[in-house]
């Protein structure tokens, strides 16, 4: 019997199922002796006889257990389903001021119901009172695989604090005492940034198993509900706090000011909206015991208490140590962060001297800076599960000729021309070339506006003279003449007749043509010689011609240039005269 009651609790354990409490505020106590809660990756699954539905981002334990939920059958065997007391989390989500509205008529639009993963969009809005409403679901054959998904309008706004103590509190979920969290001012937080609730919410549920809790409705800054994230909030994954804020922190819109103040030793342990206008997440330090925090002072009043740079350490700072940290974290007070600065220290204040402007810092109200060069940084210090401090100072600027107090307590330059100004707008005196007018540096006359701005000498007046260049194009004319190719054959002998025949040609239009047609291309006999041999000796003699007359024409091919010659004159007829020695 007793190992049955302990498998029986182990199972319970296992499932997650969570029964209702007895001791519980509940509004539909009949309800709750007939459902059970399981926390999944998805949801909450709402266990009762009428169906098994499964709620994302409606809260958990009683928030999910007071739903009514009321089945309306009709005649075709189908039924309706009515489901009442659902939180609706967007009303006052922010604060009226930032221009935010939501309306009963909107909050269709941001219900998502989906049967076995297919989205249901035959449903009404039926009702809505005191930040409830409930909903009409029509003509459902089953409850299987039904799913109800809240979603959210905007980012929720969330001013950033520091829990002194450097220790997560036993009990997260409820309101804390304002005077050991940081900073100063808690008016004025470190930073205020955008969540994106809705893959927030879906990352610390799918990853812990952590889902929003909704507490009770308040007016404060407007209607709104009080809720809480946090480890407190079921986590059945067991995710310490690391894990926690690591799903959380990805759907931060803007962290960057939270990281170039804390860079990764800032832990958020809850992130919550209680009485005030907006959400706010509160945190701790990790892996580091001391902080001193630098507020700004005498800067524009938007700014006001407003910490510009923290240095975080393990250990207290010595002065050396201090001028060390002081430049590396707190690098937006100072303009050429390449410059080193001269350090004094006296009772009242530390002074980083620059060329154009210094740096006064001094005691604010915990801790004490170092009084001479030997001395190290006081610290307020907490008593907790392991000894923590912090410090505050204020730090203010004596700006240089041509700068101003801006933002962050930075020394930042004038406006363009201006000598000296109040402000990036408002020049006081403007440097040589401009003159003041309505708070302006405009330039003079004589002077005219460069690319950068700078009033500069305007330049005399220049005639320029084009001359047009004149181009003369000469044309090349080539003469080829004819050169006259003779060859000698060796003497004959005594006793052979000797005759000399002179070949004119009159005319050679094609010389590839030549070799065939030679004997057509010799038409006159310049001097002719009687023969008295027979035909056999004639014959001869012609073909020794013959072969002269072909050398003498492949000779003429290999010399004579071949050039390409205008199609509008005519080819020019070349006369060779061929000396014929007969044999």
């Known amino acids: 019997m007793f190992k049955n009651i302990l498998k029986f609790f182990a199972l319970l354990s296992v499932s997650s199922v969570c029964f209702v409490n007895a001791d519980s505020p509940l509004i539909n106590e009949k309800a709750a002796k007939n459902v059970s809660l399981e926390y999944t990756k998805d949801g909450v699954l709402r266990k009762e006889d009428q169906c098994f539905i499964n709620f994302a981002n409606f809260g958990i334990k009683n928030d999910i257990i007071n739903i009514s939920v009321k089945k309306e059958n009709n005649n075709d065997g189908s039924f309706n389903l009515r489901i009442g007391e659902l939180k609706n989390g967007n009303e006052g989500l922010n604060n009226y001021k930032t221009g935010y509205r939501f309306t009963d008529d909107e909050i269709k639009d941001y219900v998502k119901i989906k049967q076995n993963n297919v989205e249901i969009n035959d449903f009404f809005i039926a009702s809505v009172v005191d930040g409830k409403f409930s909903l009409l679901i029509k003509n459902l ?11 959210y309008k905007t980012e929720a706004l969330m001013a950033t604090y520091l829990y002194y103590s450097n220790v997560s509190p036993l009990d997260i979920n409820h309101a804390f005492d304002i ?4 900073p100063s001012s808690n008016n004025v937080p470190y930073d205020i940034i955008h969540w994106d609730m809705n893959t927030g919410l879906d990352r610390v549920r799918e990853q812990c198993r952590i889902y929003i809790d909704y507490n009770r409705r308040e007016q404060t800054g407007g209607n709104h509900w009080i809720w809480y994230l946090s480890t407190d909030n079921i986590n059945g994954e067991k995710c310490d706090n690391t894990a926690f804020y690591k799903a959380a922190k990805s759907s931060y819109v803007d962290y960057e000011q939270m990281d170039e103040l804390f860079g990764d030793y800032y832990e958020g342990y809850v992130i919550k909206r209680e009485g005030s206008e907006n959400g706010h997440m509160d945190g701790i330090l990790v892996n580091q015991k001391y902080l001193i925090e630098i507020y700004q002072d005498g800067c524009s009043e938007q700014n006001k208490d407003q910490v510009i740079c923290t240095i975080s350490s393990n ?4 002065y050396e140590e201090f001028q060390k940290e002081f430049a590396d974290n707190c690098l937006d007070v100072i303009v050429d962060q390449k410059e080193k600065a001269e ?8 002074t980083a001297k620059f060329s154009q402007y210094s740096i006064n810092i001094e005691n604010y109200n915990r801790g004490s800076l170092p009084k001479c060069e030997t001395e190290s940084v006081s610290y307020k210090e907490f008593k907790a599960a ?4 912090i410090a505050r100072f204020t730090v203010n600027m004596s700006c240089g000729e041509g700068t101003f107090i801006g933002d962050k307590c930075r020394c930042s330059a004038c406006p363009v021309n201006c ?3 109040l402000d990036g707008n408002t020049c006081t005196k403007c440097k040589e070339g401009s003159s003041l007018i309505n708070g302006k540096c405009v330039c003079s006359k004589g002077f005219i506006s460069n690319e950068e701005g700078v009033c500069v000498i305007e330049p ?4 320029t003279t084009t001359i047009e260049p004149t181009t003369i194009i000469e044309e090349e004319v080539t003469e080829v003449k004819d050169e006259e190719i003779t060859k000698e054959e060796p003497s004959l002998s005594s006793d052979e007749e000797e005759a000399e025949e002179i070949t004119s040609v009159e005319e050679v239009e094609e010389i590839d043509s030549a070799d065939e047609n030679v004997n057509e291309d010799i038409i006159e006999d310049e001097k002719s010689t009687e023969l008295d041999e027979n035909d056999e000796i004639k014959e001869e003699i012609n073909s020794t011609t013959i072969r002269h007359i072909t050398k003498t024409i492949t000779m003429m091919r290999q010399t004579i240039p071949v050039t390409k010659k205008p199609a509008t004159k005519k080819p020019k007829k070349t006369i060779r005269k061929c000396r014929v020695k007969l044999h």
């Open 419 to 421: 000598a000296s100004c």
């Open 315 to 318: 250990k207290k700072l010595s």
């Open 179 to 182: 005077a050991e969290f940081g």
């Open 460 to 463: 005399l007046a220049t005639t």
């Open 141 to 151: 054959k089953s409850c299987d695989g039904l799913s109800i998904k809240q979603a």
């Open 386 to 389: 392991e000894s923590s401090g």
């Open 343 to 350: 350090w004094s220290v006296n009772a009242n204040n530390i």
